[in-house]
C-alpha cells in the first residue's frame, strides 16, 4: 500500500534499525518502545492484521519470531517477552498493517503494564452466556 508506514520500512524508503529479513517476514527496532528491546516483527505483503493475514505469512511471521526472542535472549537476557498483536483501531492498533510486538521484560526492570492486569474472578453467569453465543455463533457459520 502506498500511504502505508510499514510498508515503506519494508522498501527501505523509510530508515528504520532493522534487525532480521527474510523472504517473507521484516522485523525492526520499535521507536517508541514500552521497553528496551521491544521490537516490531512483519510480514512483507501489506495485510491488515490476523483476522486477514494468510496462513503461510502468520506462520512465517512467528516462526521469525522464534528466532529473534532466540536472539533477543541471548543478546539481552530478559526474564521473559511479551508478544502483542492488536487488531482493530478500537483496541488501539496504529498502523494497519499486521504487526507482531515483541517486548521484553529486563530481570529489574518493571513489569509490563500490558501484561500486569489484576485478576479479578467474572460473573460467572455472564462468562457462560458469552461463550455459549460465541460457540453457538461458531456451530451455525
Ligand atoms: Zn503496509
Not at 5 to 28: L, M, N, R, T
Not at 120 to 133: H, L, V
Request: hydrophobic letters at 50%.
Amino acid at each position: 500500500m502506498d500511504d502505508c508506514i510499514f510498508c515503506k520500512i519494508v522498501k527501505g524508503e523509510i530508515p528504520s534499525i532493522k534487525i532480521y529479513e527474510d523472504k517473507h517476514v521484516f522485523a525492526f527496532m520499535d521507536i517508541n518502545p514500552v521497553s528496551e528491546g521491544h521490537a516490531l516483527v512483519i510480514p512483507k505483503i501489506h495485510v491488515e492484521n490476523l483476522w486477514k493475514i494468510p496462513e503461510a505469512t502468520l506462520s512465517a511471521v512467528h516462526s521469525a519470531s522464534k528466532t529473534i526472542v532466540h536472539a533477543m535472549t541471548m543478546a539481552m537476557g530478559p526474564v521473559s517477552v511479551a508478544a502483542v498483536q492488536l487488531n482493530g483501531r478500537g483496541v488501539n492498533q496504529v498502523v494497519m498493517h499486521y504487526h507482531l510486538h515483541l517486548i521484553p521484560r529486563a530481570s529489574d526492570g518493571e513489569a509490563l503494564k500490558l501484561t500486569a492486569w489484576e485478576m479479578i474472578p467474572g460473573d460467572m453467569d455472564a462468562i457462560n452466556r458469552t461463550g455459549a453465543a460465541i460457540a453457538a455463533a461458531i456451530e451455525n457459520d
